[in-house]
Nanobody
């Protein structure tokens, strides 16, 4: 399994922006479908965004659509989540996940490898 690591979390005021990045140890993420999920205490992990291995498919949860963008860098060494117009309800631990399943999914159970998460806190 590939090991993925998230970075870029932090504290930001409402309306601000953050970019999260997900990288793999010692390899590219070219062959993996990738997803971003988030979780708050006492709640289940929630789908945020996904991107297929060939970049043809991207999709978002309704709560972030129009504000967040998922994309791969040109060398496909990282998968990034650009988060704009952040709201206090976006506060969560954000996780990057990789999947070798045939199709890209929004279900956490379809992802094989997970990072440790990065905290995003949006103040009002």
């Amino acid at each position: 399994q590939v090991q993925v690591v998230e970075s870029g979390g932090g504290l930001v005021q409402a309306g601000g922006s953050l970019r999260l990045s997900c990288a793999a140890s010692g390899r590219t993420l070219t062959n993996y479908h990738m997803g971003w999920f988030r979780q708050t205490p006492g709640k289940e992990r929630e789908f945020v965004a996904r991107i297929s291995r060939n970049v043809a498919i991207t999709s978002y949860s309704d709560s972030v659509k129009g504000r967040f963008v998922i994309f791969r860098d040109n060398a496909k060494t990282t998968v990034n989540l650009q988060m704009n117009n952040l709201k206090p309800e976006d506060t969560a631990v954000y996780f990057c996940a990789a999947s070798l399943k045939p199709t890209v999914s929004s279900r956490p159970s379809d992802y094989d490898s997970w990072g440790q998460g990065t905290q995003v806190t949006v103040s009002s």
